[in-house]
């Protein structure tokens, strides 16, 4: 589980999900002239990790959202 507050399981199922599909992509794509004569990704493999990592900060920011307001509608009850 993830230090985030209010990280589900789900929350980790997803993100293992994408992190697969972005792990099957590079794997499909080592063979890339340009990757391998950069020495790093070309942009469309930078920019599939770059989705990834955005999709955990918004959902670690969602779920936290949810878990907060979920806190404070008990409080309130």
Do not use: Q, Y
Not at 3 to 8: A, E, N, Y
Not at 9 to 26: G, N, Q, R, Y
Not at 31 to 37: Q, T, V
């Amino acid at each position: 589980m993830s230090r985030f507050v209010g990280w589900t399981a789900a929350d980790e199922a997803e993100l293992d999900a994408i992190v697969h599909a972005v792990v099957k992509a590079a794997w499909a794509h080592r063979d890339c002239a340009r990757c391998r004569a950069l020495g790093t990704w070309c942009k469309p493999m930078r920019e599939a990790a770059e989705e990834a990592l955005d999709w955990r900060r918004a959902r670690a920011l969602l779920s936290r959202a949810e878990f907060l307001r979920a806190l404070n509608d008990r409080r309130a009850a």
